[in-house]
């Protein structure tokens, strides 16, 4: 297994929402799961990486919105074909990173204090929000992210830029094929 040892209480894996738990079974070491929502009627894409050992399958989930955007519809899942040592790049480079272990408050940082003692913040009301998680058989850990690009403008973490890179660098390989 790549990079880190992750161990998390065992409740946190018991979210009824984490697509990553729905897709597991007992023959897949890791799971990774990329996602992007937004605020309007557009249907929720998924992209899924199951690892066992060296070998990689990628999946499509499409989920649909139905025209109330509070209601999902059916999961659609297809399996994908991708670059199997590109992938694996990306997620030695997140394990080198550390992106596992990245702060939920300095990726969505969107404030600047100012010398006066007032705050100066950024808000986004219509834009995206992106999921990456990563589940092994003990542990889970949810990154979201709103808005990544927007904030970075506004006020830059060098955690920020990383996850827009691994972001990108995802976006990239599964759009591909």
């Known amino acids: 297994m790549y990079g880190q040892d992750l161990r998390f209480p065992s409740d946190i894996i018991l979210s009824k929402t984490s697509l990553s738990q729905?897709?597991?079974?007992?023959?897949?070491?890791?799971?990774?799961?990329?996602?992007?929502?937004?605020?309007?009627?557009?249907?929720?894409?998924?992209f899924v990486i199951k690892q066992n050992e060296n070998h990689l399958e990628f999946f499509?989930?499409?989920?649909?919105?139905k025209r109330n955007h509070l209601h999902l519809g059916r999961a659609k899942s297809e399996r994908?074909?991708?670059?199997?040592?590109?992938?694996?790049?990306?997620?030695?480079?997140?394990?080198s990173v550390g992106l596992w272990s990245f702060s939920t408050d300095s990726l969505n940082l969107n404030s600047i204090p100012q010398p006066d003692?007032?705050?100066?913040?950024?808000?986004?009301f219509d834009g995206s929000q992106y999921e990456l998680e990563i589940m092994?058989?003990?542990?889970r850990v949810?990154?979201?992210?709103?808005?990544?690009?927007?904030?970075?403008?506004f006020v830059s973490t060098q955690q920020r830029a990383i996850f827009?890179?691994?972001k990108n660098d995802l976006l990239d390989l599964f759009r591909r094929n």
């Open 142 to 153: 949810l990154l979201r992210v709103d808005n990544p690009e927007v904030l970075q403008e």
């Open 60 to 65: 499509h989930v499409t989920i649909s919105k």
């Open 22 to 46: 729905k897709l597991f079974d007992n023959d897949v070491e890791r799971i990774f799961v990329f996602g992007e929502r937004s605020f309007w009627y557009k249907n929720l894409d998924y």
């Open 136 to 139: 092994t058989d003990s542990s």
């Open 117 to 124: 003692g007032r705050t100066l913040m950024q808000e986004v």
């Open 164 to 166: 827009i890179e691994c």
């Open 80 to 95: 994908i074909d991708a670059n199997e040592d590109e992938a694996n790049g990306i997620i030695k480079y997140m394990d």
